[in-house]
């Protein structure tokens, strides 16, 4: 048996308002005049004056603001690379993604890209990464991915929806300040955290579980049905989620996601629905494999008052379902944790495409 020897992240500071510590953060970190730092900012920050004054540009330093309404693509990391290469006098001092999982999976690829050559599609799959990234920071501004502390970036590329797993994706420092999530709509709050629910009742219920996920995995569960299912004021929500975000990706760095999240890549390629929604239409539908856990989610719809999409997968053709389910059944460690080693007993094509037509 090998043990998987994962890389953290080195530096972490958190606080409400501790993002007005980053120019000393980033100050000893500059190589040299020529060397800029670049930031990738999620553009609902655009006119947001008390986060962009925080951030002094000196020298070369720019901002690039960046939709999320679609989650990454290697073409947009390929592209914003190139135009980093172009601009740039030298290597970029760092990258610094701010924004939600969207944004820091961008970031974390394009700080890969820069010193790795071809195309960001080459390097989808498990540690096929060869040179270091340059620095790079995340500061989300939503809670619940994760991505903050994993070792990959999901990226969509020309055939499948995968991450860049490497020891050299994980960020260098993360800004964990709960204010900046001050203003993230309730619907996308919902998605989005629940994201995090959903890794903690795949990796605590998966057979790759262990005591080190476990701890992680239980803290972030029960923050979780604090912070959906408790009355707190919001800045303990806030604060709670931010944590509860940290130690759900702590949790499955050392485990694995499960079902909800295998057929949730499928949706979301096929029909382009972002993550946190494509899990929780998913999660919605699992009563066989996590029976407990589905009746909590409910649940927290209800408190929330959230209503989510149904009927999506009722007319879609054939070919579209067999796309889906493929790229569902091609995430076999996924369903390994799920189920076992003896996955394939119970889930087979027929099957995955009778959860799919529920939805
Ligand atoms: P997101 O980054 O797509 O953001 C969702 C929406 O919230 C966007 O419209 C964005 O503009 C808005 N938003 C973000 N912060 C805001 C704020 N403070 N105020 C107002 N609006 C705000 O959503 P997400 O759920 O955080 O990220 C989803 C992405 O994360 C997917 O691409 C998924 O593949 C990826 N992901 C990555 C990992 C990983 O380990 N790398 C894990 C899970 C998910
Ligand atoms: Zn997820």
Redesign the pocket.
């Known amino acids: 048996m090998s043990f998987k020897n994962f890389p953290m992240v080195s530096n972490v500071i958190f606080g409400r308002g501790c993002f007005s510590q980053l120019n000393e953060i980033i100050t000893p970190k500059r190589e040299n005049e020529l060397a800029p730092f670049i930031y990738l900012i999620?553009d609902?920050f655009e006119n947001n004056y008390n986060l962009l004054s925080k951030i002094s540009l000196i020298y070369d330093d720019y901002i690039v603001f960046i939709s999320?309404?679609e989650?990454?693509k290697t073409t947009q990391v390929d592209a914003l690379v190139e135009d980093i290469i172009l601009n740039t006098k030298s290597i970029p001092s760092g990258i610094i993604g701010i924004?939600?999982?969207?944004?820091l999976?961008l970031s974390k690829a394009v700080a890969l890209m820069i010193t790795n050559s071809g195309s960001s599609e080459d390097y989808q799959g498990w540690d096929l990464i060869k040179n270091r990234a340059v620095y790079h920071i995340g500061v989300p501004?939503?809670s619940?991915?994760?991505?903050e502390v994993?070792r990959?970036?999901?990226l969509s590329g020309p055939k499948m929806k995968l991450?860049i797993n490497s020891d050299y994706t994980t960020f260098d420092q993360v800004i964990l300040d709960p204010e900046?999530?001050?203003?993230?709509?309730i619907d996308?709050w919902f998605?989005?955290g629940m994201?995090c629910f959903i890794h903690c009742v795949e990796s605590l219920n998966g057979t790759f579980i262990n005591s080190f996920s476990k701890s992680y995995g239980e803290m972030a569960y029960s923050l979780c049905k604090e912070v959906f299912l408790l009355e707190l004021s919001i800045e303990e929500k806030q604060n709670k989620l931010m944590m509860a975000s940290w130690h759900g990706?702590m949790s499955i760095a050392y485990s694995q996601v499960g079902a909800a999240h295998a057929l949730s890549y499928g949706l979301s390629f096929v029909l382009g629905i972002?993550?946190?929604l494509a899990n929780c239409i998913v999660f919605n539908q699992l009563d066989e494999f996590y029976r407990e856990e589905v009746i909590l989610f409910r649940k927290i719809l209800r408190t929330h008052k959230i209503k989510l999409p149904d009927q999506i997968c009722k007319n879609l053709s054939n070919n579209d379902l067999d796309k889906m389910i493929d790229i569902a059944m091609n995430l076999e460690p996924l369903w390994k944790n799920a189920l076992g080693e003896n996955w394939k007993d119970t889930i087979d094509k027929k099957s995955l495409k009778e959860i799919y037509k529920k939805m």
């Open positions: 999620d609902v999320s309404n989650e990454p924004g939600g999982g969207t944004i999976d501004t939503i619940g991915t994760g991505s994993s990959t970036t999901v991450g900046l999530t001050e203003g993230v709509p996308q998605y989005t994201d990706g972002k993550h946190g």
